[in-house]
Antibody
Framework: QEQLVQSGGGVVQPGGSLRLSCAAS????????MHWVRQAPGKGLEWVAL????????YYGDSVKGRFTISRDNSRNTVYLQMNSVRPEDTAVYFC???????????????WGQGTLVTVSS | DIQLTQSPSSLSASVGDRVTITCRAS??????LNWYQQKPGKAPKLLIH???HLETGVPSRFSGSGSGTEFTFIISALQPEDTATYYC?????????FGGGTRVELK
């Protein structure tokens, strides 16, 4: 059974940094693209970033480009989201999600993590 | 970025009712349109991909149709467990976008 278990998150001050992790199991991690998607409190879904299976392609949403970095460690079956220069508007539940394909081009999300809350506040 | 406009933003229906949600794209996205269900406090769940392909294990009362800029999601006979928020999502562009969501409640 496919499973994505997230860790990290919490409260961070504006301008600070935080790293989220997502550990995968139950599928062959190194052949799938992986995403991060977020949801501000009471709001809809916003796609954040995608990394391809081989780390050759990375795509970002406009609101996080230049501040967030997605990465993966296929030896650990884990995907990361490094969040730098965070802003209050980055406050959200962050989900990791598995792409339906290699991630060379984004498609859709077939499995999701449980979500982790990031609160940006002084 | 491609904008997706869902309507209605919320609806109330009775058990057994047919429920229809529309998703309109700001430009032609062919059939690169997916639908998700999200229950409160939970991660979304993929229901339909590529406009009309039902994900494995999803009940057949859920269906999708459309192409180009207009798409429809239907629950043929609403069940109590279908109360949730439904989102469309496009992948015609590398910047993925979601519709604003439709909250479905029981009357």
């Amino acid at each position: 059974q496919e499973q994505l278990v997230q860790s990290g998150g919490g409260v961070v001050q504006p301008g600070g940094s935080l790293r989220l992790s997502c550990a995968a199991s139950g599928f062959i991690f190194n052949i799938y693209g992986m995403h991060w998607v977020r949801q501000a409190p009471g709001k809809g879904l916003e796609w954040v970033a995608l990394i391809s299976y081989d780390d050759n392609y990375k795509y970002y949403g406009d609101s996080v480009k230049g501040r967030f970095t997605i990465s993966r460690d296929n030896s650990r079956n884990t995907v990361y989201l490094q969040m730098n220069s965070v802003r209050p508007e980055d406050t959200a539940v962050y989900f990791c999600a598995k792409d339906s394909d290699t991630g060379s081009y984004p498609r859709y999300f077939t499995s999701w993590g449980q979500g982790t809350l990031v609160t940006v506040s002084s | 970025d491609i904008q997706l406009t869902q309507s209605p933003s919320s609806l109330s229906a009775s058990v057994g009712d047919r429920v229809t949600i529309t998703c309109r794209a700001s430009q032609d996205i062919t059939r690169y349109l997916n639908w998700y269900q999200q229950k409160p406090g939970k991660a979304p769940k993929l229901l339909i991909h590529d406009a009309s392909h039902l994900e494995t294990g999803v009940p057949s009362r859920f269906s999708g149709s459309g192409s180009g800029t207009e798409f429809t999601f239907i629950i043929s006979a609403l069940q109590p467990e279908d109360t949730a928020t439904y989102y469309c999502q496009q992948y015609h562009d590398v910047v993925l976008t979601f519709g604003g969501g439709t909250r479905v409640e029981l009357k």
